[in-house]
């Protein structure tokens, strides 16, 4: 079994910047994909961002040219780099990774608002 443990959120205007953090508890073995999701009340999970074990990425359209997803293997972590924040990317964060199975992270709530 795998527990992530996120941090990084928080309240933040229009145009700032955050940076997300989510750690495994143990390290992940082989080929596999670290992920942040997004969910707002009444609406699916979205992906926002994804990269597998070989480091490519994947982004949603909505954050293309703003957010920035990069891993550490040796420490199991996946990192989150959010600028030029809007209102419209507030939501709840969650990390995701994929290999023999799925793991989730609790969750961490990004505001942004002025």
């Known amino acids: 079994q795998v527990q992530l443990v996120e941090s990084g959120g928080g309240l933040v205007q229009p145009g700032g910047s955050l940076r997300l953090s989510c750690t495994a508890s143990r390290t992940i073995v082989g080929i596999y994909t670290m992920g942040w999701y997004r969910q707002v009340p009444g609406k699916q999970r979205e992906l926002v961002a994804a990269?597998?074990?070989?480091?490519?990425?994947n982004y949603a359209d909505s954050v293309k040219g703003r957010f920035t997803i990069a891993r550490d293997n040796a420490k199991s972590t996946v990192y989150l780099q959010m600028n030029s924040l809007k209102p419209e990317d507030t939501a709840v964060y969650y990390c995701?990774?994929?290999?023999?199975?799925?793991?989730w992270g609790e969750g961490t709530l990004v505001t942004v608002s002025s």
């Open positions: 995701n990774v994929k290999t023999f199975g799925e793991y």
């Open positions: 990269i597998t074990s070989s480091g490519n990425t």
